[in-house]
């Protein structure tokens, strides 16, 4: 009722500012949303180029995903738990692709993993198998941005953990494998769902590394970031309705964490 | 295995974390019930864990029923899930997203019984604890007292060969306390190993103890059964624990010159050298005023310093030579009159003394 009287009331001279930012932050959406062209949008989709691509998008974001819960968990297990030197290097050096700008992912990648790359050339020579320019390209590069989102999150839900419930499993005869798969990712559930569910929105998103690793092959390296911006210089109707589906994405997503899920993930 | 040593535990414990250094030696026999008594920092909780594997010891060796668990000179060190420990953790540690049978179960199906059979003996461990009907819920809904029966049981149901308690009633209150005081009695005499039970509270240890041993800072520093713990301790702590008046002297011919000022007539004249003298609070008799010589031989004034309710009566702290703990009913204080920098005497029978020889 009195809630107007309260000491901690927003102060005025914050107010302009914020709304200043909300706004900027909505517009481009709502600008969107007004120029969708919502009549011809049929046909916008009937075209076989973006089912393909969307497919695609929603596969290797997918694949992207499962990996970064394959490898991430164990690593986020390792970075919060373990007592070594230079652990906190290691940690560095793994959130590096948070910061790094996304072509430049890419190009590092191409370096690693390319047909003449550190690692790559030996894929080429033995197996006659090269990464970029495939499915499974992409999926390494919106892994390779992706993944430490997943890390961040979990290494920090790993740390917060209860110990106390870990040592009485063992007690009570657990190994370290039940432990860690029956108490402590149990435990951690809410921040790993937030975590994956970043993650895969992240991979879903990924454009600069996909684009740098794979270029944009139609059906074959396509996918819905890379089909947008280069509909944006032929078809620009195309590229308004394309950028609603990941709009409509962005926000089942949001509504689906709400605040429970998010709100863990962001606090720790 | 041989029957000898069976359910025996038997450990000189050693466990150095940073100034803090543990060392002592602990032993239980099956079915005994040896509470570890002290203060907060005093090592206890250490020692629990050194002897649940949950802390690897720097020095010494646990053995139990004739195996060794932990041995730094020899190498061995088995983690916890091979020690066949089981603990009751001081704030439960139920899994708090499992309901209560699975909880229990959990013991049993990481001993490799499968879920049906795991999910049956936990129901029987539950239902000897009467708390079969629980088993359904999930720990949030459990009141104090539930819970800790379901540790009990889940801690039981591992079928351990030494069961650790960890300040077992700390986290109840204290209505539920004296209940579950009860019931815990008896749920342990139904153990066949020994019990090893830290609690910081001496009226917990010698309820449910057959054993006391008191600790403080990391080393032994009196053992024996509740009634000697309470009628002779040995040091101030202890004394203050069980509410004591302890002090040291030298007694001759049925007189003890106390270190710290003051004398104290005791029964017992054969007794000769250092000793230290226990009088209950509740032995001694307070007079406002100095009172006729009576049977009492021992009658010395005082100030009283400070007044606190303990239970249903009062306890007066009163400064003299010596300084004594004295109790009385509430009725008392308000017709004596008694109020924090009175005058008053106070008085003992020879009888109600008990002198000891000082072995430290």
């Not at chain 1, 009195?2 to 959406?29: D, E, I, M, N």
């Not at chain 2, 049956?120 to 459990?142: I, K, M, S, T």
């Not at chain 2, 079928?159 to 306390?177: F, G, H, I, S, V």
């Amino acid at each position: 009722m009195s809630r107007r009287r309260t000491g901690a009331g927003v102060p005025a001279l914050l107010v302009p500012p914020a709304a200043v930012g909300a706004v900027f932050l909505l517009l481009p959406t709502i600008a969107l949303l007004v120029r969708m062209p919502w009549s011809g949008l049929r046909d916008l989709y009937a075209d076989s180029r973006v089912s393909s691509a969307l497919t695609l998008s929603l596969q290797s974001a997918t694949a992207a995903t499962a990996a970064s819960l394959l490898f991430g968990v164990p690593l986020a297990w390792m970075l919060a738990r373990l007592r070594i030197r230079g652990l906190g290097l290691i940690r560095a050096a793994v959130t590096m692709p948070l910061v790094l700008p996304p072509v430049v992912g890419g190009v590092a990648l191409f370096l690693a993993l390319g047909r003449f790359g550190v690692v790559g050339r030996y894929l080429d020579q033995w197996f006659g198998f090269t990464l970029p320019f495939t499915k499974y390209g992409l999926v390494v590069a919106e892994t390779f941005v992706a993944m430490p989102f997943l890390v961040i999150t979990a290494e920090g839900a790993f740390r917060a953990a209860d110990r106390g419930l870990e040592e009485a499993a063992a007690t009570l005869g657990a190994s370290r494998l039940t432990v860690f798969w029956r108490i402590t990712l149990p435990g951690i559930g809410p921040s790993l769902v937030a975590g994956t569910v970043l993650c895969w929105a992240r991979a879903l998103g990924e454009f600069g590394a996909t684009i740098t690793f794979n270029g944009s092959l139609p059906g074959h390296t396509e996918v819905m970031p890379t089909l947008i911006s280069l509909a944006l210089e032929t078809n620009p109707e195309q590229a308004e309705a394309l950028s609603l589906v990941l709009i409509g994405i962005a926000l089942v997503i949001l509504t689906a964490l709400r605040e429970q899920w998010l709100r863990p993930a962001v606090s720790s | 295995m041989n029957p000898q040593v069976a359910g025996e535990l038997d450990a000189a414990v050693e466990v150095e974390r940073g100034s803090f250094r543990l060392d002592l030696d602990v032993q239980a026999g099956p079915g005994e019930i040896l509470a570890v008594l002290g203060p907060n920092g005093a090592g206890k909780t250490t020692l629990l864990r050194a002897l649940a594997g949950l802390l690897p010891l720097s020095g010494g060796y646990v053995r139990l029923d004739g195996t060794v668990l932990d041995d730094p000179a020899a190498g061995v060190y088995l983690d916890p899930p091979r020690r066949r420990v089981g603990v009751v953790f001081q704030d439960y540690r139920l899994f708090p997203r499992m309901r209560v049978l699975d909880n229990v179960a959990c013991g049993p199906r990481s001993r490799g019984v499968d879920r049906a059979s795991a999910r049956h003996a936990a129901q029987q461990w539950l239902d000897r604890l009467d708390v079969g009907e629980l088993a359904r819920r999930r720990p949030g809904q459990l009141s104090g007292g539930q819970a800790q029966r379901v540790a009990l049981a889940r801690a039981l149901a591992t079928e351990p060969r030494l069961l650790l308690l960890d300040e077992p009633l700390a986290a109840l209150d204290a209505r539920t306390r004296a209940t579950v005081q009860g019931e815990l009695r008896e749920h342990l005499a139904g153990f066949a190993g020994p019990t090893l039970l830290v609690t910081h509270d001496p009226l917990e240890a010698l309820l449910l103890a057959d054993r006391i041993m008191a600790l403080e800072a990391g080393r032994i520093v009196q053992q024996g059964s509740p009634h000697d713990i309470a009628a002779r301790p040995v040091t101030d702590y202890v004394a203050t624990l069980v509410g004591v008046n302890l002090y040291a002297g030298v007694a001759t011919g049925g007189r003890v010159e106390l270190d710290d000022g003051g004398a104290i007539m005791i029964g017992d004249t054969a007794l000769a050298g250092r000793v230290l003298v226990a009088v209950r609070p509740s032995a001694i008799t307070v007079y406002t005023s100095r009172p006729d010589p009576g049977s009492a031989r021992n009658l010395w004034p005082g100030r009283i310093d400070a007044l606190a309710p303990l239970g249903d009566r009062i306890r007066l702290s009163v400064s003299g030579s010596p300084g004594a703990l004295v109790d009385v009913t509430a009725p008392a204080v308000a017709e004596l009159s008694l109020a924090r920098g009175r005058d008053v005497w106070l008085a003992t029978k020879a009888t109600e003394v008990d002198a000891y020889p000082d072995g430290r």
